[in-house]
């Protein structure tokens, strides 16, 4: 019997599994200024819509949403009234942010066609011809930054447009450039319709300057300022309580005359005017202040995103999301025609038996299970809990567990790394392990006298690769026979994997403080290769059946501001496709989420 989730994808060569960081539904409200009177935009609908924008005459509202396919946004709008939904663009690239002209025949908006970079466009909706903006010789900036363009606002004349970018800045890392994820500086910038008069209207050293908008008689910009470092914890929930930003405005015509509209604790987002004399703006986290606020005065609580407000100040639009876990195999957008693409847990791996095998971090407590293709058959392998060495709190956060599973040849064992991660592992230890593919039995292969993790076997199952972390660095192979260790390498390596034919093993390098790549080694240490060359992260590299590599990749950049994501760690990964020499690299998402961990499952072990 199969799972009705598990059944071939017909017409395709089968299954692209991926996980997905991000809100399971997300629903548009509208609501008085003070908050009364809340009701949802589309009466009872299950669409997934978000980063709505009332039109500057009141009639219409744009928003992003992802009712062609989870994952897929594209942009619409709706009569105010309710009366009527139309659909303005459907590709599959991603947009995202329109915002309609004061006069009503254009619409700006963020967009990856064309190159798969965030850029502003303007479409007119009468003929429908579009133009990028940004993506000129005098606007893009150096190949090296990440290069993107977000939040669009029309001035009230129509003649400009102001929008947040990272142009030219450097990829940091959290943590003061030590940690993994990229934390995002933005300045404020305004370009005319025909791409003339571009400038930058406010900037500050290591800070993120993002969401403007205009006053309403255009003499003003206003937006949120945060520090760089602070856009990591923006996203993170245990350190959304001491995260703070403010409200800031400037003249528009100068940059200067710099007022600092909001003060104190909270970490404040997304201003617009209500009136001249009243901005508000979203306080996102945990503290008391948390929802809509005025610099008026008032406050309405609440959980939403993305607030914006009607010109006449009476009315505000917003979405409320939700974080269901998705289901294994919830099927989502595919932009590869050959595969259906759906969800699952993390670290899945297929035996050559045609056994599953995940991390159930999402799902679970970071422990193992093995499962039917067509998710029946579910086994617990192995408990993260049952050798007490984990701090539960970690594993409840998602930051310790068993980690990477891996099929032996002859799919009667499965290895894995057992411990601490991510920026923990500067502070706990981890332990290959090996369990019996029943679950029957587990044993411990090294000691923790260093943080060991992300095993992968050979293709003759007698040898382990893994990495080694906090103390010595780099990637070790064990011989399974007599459980003796030799050196591989001594660099900070990290995801080893053997190729099917067991001739190469691909891992990820920390080329530098900022910068990640993809590379293989033979397994006696010769023969090096990096593969990427992106400033971005080039990471989670795993092989396909027939030998391509598959891998996240941030070298397009961000989609939005990173400081309006929740609950993310880096929310800007796309998965990829290249042969094994590098050639031939393809973009298999195109979403504003974290996207990563790809297997394919060809339908005949789904049949």
């Known amino acids: 019997m199969h ?49 709505a924008s009332f039109s500057p005459d009141g009639k219409w509202i744009t928003f992003t949403s992802e009712r062609n396919g989870d994952g897929q946004s594209d942009l619409y709008r709706i009569a105010v ?3 009527t939904t139309e659909e303005l663009l459907a590709t599959s690239s991603f947009e995202d942010a329109a915002v309609l002209s004061p006069d009503g025949s254009k619409m700006a908006y963020v967009s990856t066609a064309n190159g798969f970079k965030a850029n502003i466009w303007v479409m007119d909706l009468a003929t429908g ?48 450039g030590t940690g993994w994820e990229h934390t995002q500086e ?107 606020n005025y610099t008026a005065g008032t406050l309405v609580p ?11 100040g009476k009315f505000v639009v917003y979405e409320k999301v939700g974080w269901t876990i998705r289901p294994m195999e919830k099927k989502l957008y595919s932009w590869d025609g050959d595969y259906e693409y759906r969800h699952t847990d993390v670290f899945p791996e297929l035996s050559r038996q045609g056994k599953l095998v995940i991390t159930q971090k999402q799902l679970g407590n970071s422990s193992i299970v093995s499962l039917n293709p067509d ?92 990495r080694v972390w906090t103390g010595a660095s780099g990637l070790r192979i064990m011989d399974l026979t007599d459980k003796s260790v030799r050196v591989l390498t001594n660099s900070s390596d990290n995801l080893p994997h053997f190729s099917p034919d067991g001739e190469r093993i691909l891992f990820t390098r920390k080329m530098n403080v900022t910068n990640f790549d ?13 593969l990427t060359s992106s400033g971005a992260n080039d990471a989670h590299a795993v092989w396909t059946a027939d030998g391509r590599i598959m891998w996240s990749s941030g070298m397009y950049g961000f989609r939005t501001e990173c400081a309006t994501y929740d609950s993310t760690f880096q929310p800007y990964g796309q998965i990829m496709i290249m042969n094994a020499d590098g050639s031939n690299k393809t973009m298999l998402t195109d979403s504003m989420w974290e996207d990563s961990m790809p297997l394919y499952l060809p339908n005949d072990v789904l049949e």
């Open 3 to 51: 799972s009705a989730r598990g059944l071939p994808a017909v017409g395709k060569k089968g299954v692209m599994l991926m996980n997905r960081i991000a809100p399971s539904t997300s629903t548009l409200y509208i609501a008085n200024t003070d908050g009364t009177n809340e009701r949802q935009l589309f009466n009872g609908s299950t669409t997934f819509d978000y980063h």
């Open 81 to 83: 009234n309710r009366s």
């Open 129 to 176: 011809v579009q133009a990028n903006l940004t993506n000129t010789e005098e606007v893009k900036g150096v190949p090296w930054s990440p290069d993107g363009y977000f939040s669009p606002a029309w001035s009230p004349d129509g003649e400009w447009l102001v929008f947040s970018s990272d142009r030219n800045t450097a990829w940091v890392g959290h943590g003061n």
């Open 186 to 292: 933005l300045s404020i910038y305004a370009i005319k319709l025909d791409g003339t008069g571009f400038r930058q209207v406010a900037t500050k050293k290591d800070y993120c300057l993002g969401s403007p908008k205009f006053s309403p008689d255009g003499t003003r910009i206003v937006y949120h300022e945060l520090t760089r470092e602070n856009t990591w914890d923006a996203h993170r929930p245990e350190d959304l309580a001491t995260t703070t930003s403010q409200i800031v405005s400037v003249d528009f015509a100068t940059g200067l005359d710099r007022v600092e509209e909001t003060s104190g604790a909270g970490l404040k987002l997304q201003p617009h005017y209500v009136t001249q004399d009243n901005i508000g703006y979203l306080i996102k986290g945990v503290t008391a202040n948390v929802g809509l």
């Open 302 to 312: 609440g959980s939403m995103r993305t607030p914006a407000w009607s010109p006449d």
């Open 375 to 466: 998710g029946t058959d579910l086994k617990l392998v192995f408990d993260s809990s049952s050798t007490g060495q984990l701090d539960a709190t970690l594993i409840k956060q998602g930051l310790a567990g068993a980690f990477q599973p891996a099929w032996s040849p002859d799919g009667e064992w499965v290895a894995f790394g057992l411990g601490s991660w991510f920026q923990e592992r500067a502070v706990y230890t981890a332990w290959i392990y090996r369990a019996t593919a029943n679950g029957s039995h587990y044993e411990q292969l090294t000691d923790g006298t260093v943080n060991s993790g992300f095993p992968s076997y050979s293709a003759d199952g007698r040898y382990l690769v893994y």
């Open 518 to 530: 993809v590379c293989t080694i033979k397994p006696d240490g010769t023969d090096l290769q990096v």
